[in-house]
T-cell receptor
Framework: DTGVSQNPRHKITKRGQNVTFRCDPISEHNRLYWYRQTLGQGPEFLTYFQNEAQLEKSRLLSDRFSAERPKGSFSTLEIQRTEQGDSAMYLC????????FGQGTRLTVV | QQPVQSPQAVILREGEDAVINCSSSKALYSVHWYRQKHGEAPVFLMILLKGGEQKGHDKISASFNEKKQQSSLYLTASQLSYSGTYFCGTEIPSNTGKLIFGQGTTLQVKP
């Protein structure tokens, strides 16, 4: 068990560019979550997968955000046409009952 | 919908005790507690399911009062390693496991 792995750890991008993050969950976990965390705040829910099915998406999530989990294994989160307000830490977590978080991808949009 | 944590910040000396509270306006299925150190991922501490149970390991324990929709985290004889930001994550009955996190309580333990 190597825990939840996220790549890249850091990403700096120019406004308007597209970015994609990857999450490799703990192998036996069916549930996978994406959260976003800004400085001084708790993680904010973005979306949830049960195996390969995306079962819930936050109403706060704009259409520029999309996530996939092909074959119920790793997951990707893509942000299109990035904006400065997208700058945050993007956390992935996998769970059976309790959720275990990855180290996150810190996105900076300049 | 976001749970409210109190206090926002605590400064302790090693060996002192602390209590962190988490209060929700929604009926809860469970409460999850995490600790996050600067620049690191949140680390799972414990989960409490509805039923008013109390859990603990080592010198950290927690309680969950389902009727009051409140949970408390108890840190006993604090150690330097306890420093960090503590978050409660609340789960409403939905079977998704989605957590809504509080704004966090920053704990600093000094020698």
């Amino acid at each position: 068990d190597t825990g939840v792995s996220q790549n890249p750890r850091h990403k700096i991008t120019k406004r308007g560019q597209n970015v994609t993050f990857r999450c490799d969950p703990i192998s036996e976990h069916n549930r996978l979550y994406w959260y976003r965390q800004t400085l001084g705040q708790g993680p904010e829910f973005l979306t949830y997968f049960q195996n390969e099915a995306q079962l819930e998406k936050s109403r706060l999530l704009s259409d520029r955000f999309s996530a996939e989990r092909p074959k119920g294994s790793f997951s990707t989160l893509e942000i299109q046409r990035t904006e400065q307000g997208d700058s945050a830490m993007y956390l992935c977590a996998s769970a059976e009952t309790e959720a275990f978080f990855g180290q996150g991808t810190r996105l900076t949009v300049v | 919908q976001q749970p409210v944590q109190s206090p926002q910040a605590v400064i302790l000396r090693e060996g002192e005790d602390a209590v962190i509270n988490c209060s929700s306006s929604k009926a809860l299925y469970s409460v999850h507690w995490y600790r996050q150190k600067h620049g690191e991922a949140p680390v799972f501490l414990m989960i409490l399911l509805k039923g008013g149970e109390q859990k603990g390991h080592d010198k950290i324990s927690a309680s969950f009062n389902e009727k009051k929709q409140q949970s408390s985290l108890y840190l006993t004889a604090s150690q330097l390693s306890y420093s960090g930001t503590y978050f409660c994550g609340t789960e409403i009955p939905s079977n998704t496991g989605k957590l809504i996190f509080g704004q966090g309580t920053t704990l600093q333990v000094k020698p």
